[in-house]
């Protein structure tokens, strides 16, 4: 069973930086794309990064600039480098694996808090 295990949220001032982890257990396959999400209170749950398995990466254009994305195949590990972190970045961050194909496969994690406050 595939679970993923988040990690490095926390409360940071307007400016800050913090570095989330997600590590995955389970069959997740080579071929995957592996990202983050969140959900600031009172919306719906936002794409803020992605990554293939080959490297290539998509940002929300709010986080452009600012975060960074990087995976460890080897460790089954995603990272998010977030920079110059602001108060709307406040969410509750979850971790996602995608698998593609015909019926595609979606896991989550159960989230990090991330809370931007002065």
């Known amino acids: 069973q595939v679970q993923l295990v988040e990690s490095g949220g926390g409360l940071v001032q307007p400016g800050g930086s913090l570095r989330l982890s997600c590590a995955a257990s389970g069959n997740i396959f080579s071929v995957n794309t592996m990202g983050w999400y969140r959900q600031p209170p009172g919306k719906e749950r936002e794409l803020v990064a992605r990554i293939t398995s080959g490297g290539s990466t998509n940002y929300a254009r709010s986080v452009k600039g600012r975060f960074t994305i990087d995976r460890d195949n080897a460790k089954n590990t995603v990272y998010l480098q977030m920079n110059s972190l602001k108060p709307e970045d406040t969410a509750v961050f979850y971790c996602?694996?995608?698998?593609?194909?015909?019926?595609?496969?979606?896991?989550w994690g159960q989230g990090t808090q991330v809370t931007v406050s002065s």
């Open positions: 996602n694996v995608h698998i593609p194909g015909v019926v595609p496969l979606d896991y």
